[in-house]
């Protein structure tokens, strides 16, 4: 099992930034995928961003594209996202998730998931 714990998240004005950390309980962290989710209010989880093991490769959303930025500290089990610019459209619960397995693509699935951080975006 891997338990994930996510830290960052608050009250931000339009236009501002917000670094999102998410801590792993496991070594094993540094073989997957990870990735962050949001939801906001009444809607569906969605895709924000993704990570390869190695760092070597990254994936984004169009809605965030330019704007956010994902990376990983394998020595650190640390997983983040670096969000500037924000607009109140980004306002919603982050979600850290780690694949943990290896099919699928690396937007989907992920098998493990943390607790949520509130992000809010005022206007």
């Known amino acids: 099992q891997v338990q994930l714990v996510e830290s960052g998240g608050g009250l931000v004005q339009a236009g501002g930034s917000l670094r999102l950390s998410c801590t792993a309980s496991?070594?094993?962290?540094?073989?997957?995928?990870m990735g962050w989710f949001r939801q906001a209010p009444g809607k569906e989880r969605k895709f924000v961003a993704a990570?390869?093991?190695?760092?070597?490769?990254?994936d984004y959303a169009d809605s965030v594209k330019g704007r956010f930025t994902i990376s990983r500290d394998n020595a650190k089990n640390t997983v983040y996202l670096q969000m500037n610019s924000l607009i109140p459209e980004d306002t919603a619960v982050y979600y850290c998730?780690?694949?943990?397995?290896?099919?699928?693509?690396?937007?989907?699935?992920?098998?493990?998931w943390g607790q949520g951080t509130q992000v809010t975006v005022s206007s």
């Open positions: 998730a780690a694949k943990g397995t290896s099919i699928g693509t690396i937007r989907s699935p992920y098998n493990y």
């Open positions: 496991r070594r094993t962290f540094s073989t997957w995928p």
């Open positions: 990570i390869t093991a190695s760092s070597g490769s990254t």
